[in-house]
């Protein structure tokens, strides 16, 4: 993606109201980040970490929406695989997410789930410029990849907006 602006990024939340938006914490290394390695943006509110962000583009716009990441249940094992990269994580790797409603259906209480990394550094993953241990093997290319992690995260963007 191209790097957008502070006020773009603010300006793009479709779940927050005017006043969480103007509030929320960026990232303060938007400058040094490298922009055409990321499919999205993606970054946890260090002060509140159970607060999520994800900035992308679709169809030329930039959507934002917050995201609630439920508690960990702690004490077991587990590997759990990110539903938008498919990379599979062991202990605290993979949060269910949460995103409010746009709209009305936010303000009956709807929300939209996602698991995902709990770094919310998929496009790293994808590029292998991150790793999380061995990943399932596929045939597909990086680039196959990177289409179809965008699909899936296009597809929960519109259940969150519909
Ligand atoms: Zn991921």
Excluded at 18 to 34: F, I, T, V
Excluded at 97 to 115: E, F, L, P
Aim: hydrophobic share 35%; net charge positive.
């Amino acid at each position: 993606m191209l790097a957008p602006t502070e006020s773009a990024i603010r300006a793009s939340f479709v779940n927050t109201t005017q006043g969480e938006s103007k509030r929320l914490a960026l990232p303060h290394d938007l400058d040094a980040r490298s922009w055409s390695d990321l499919d999205f943006l993606g970054w946890r509110d260090p002060a509140a970490p159970q607060r999520a962000y994800l900035v992308t583009e679709t169809d030329g716009e930039l959507v934002g929406v917050a995201l609630r990441v439920a508690p960990q249940q702690t004490g077991r094992v587990r590997r759990s695989m990110c539903s938008l990269c498919l990379t599979t994580h062991t202990g605290d790797g993979v949060s269910l997410m949460t995103a409010r409603k746009a709209g009305s259906g936010g303000r009956q209480g709807n929300s939209v789930g996602v698991y995902v990394c709990s770094d919310l550094a998929c496009s790293l993953y994808l590029r292998g410029k991150k790793h999380a241990g061995p990943r399932m093997h596929e045939t597909l290319t990086v680039a196959e990849k990177i289409d179809r992690t965008r699909a899936t995260l296009t597809a929960f963007l519109r259940k969150v907006t519909e």
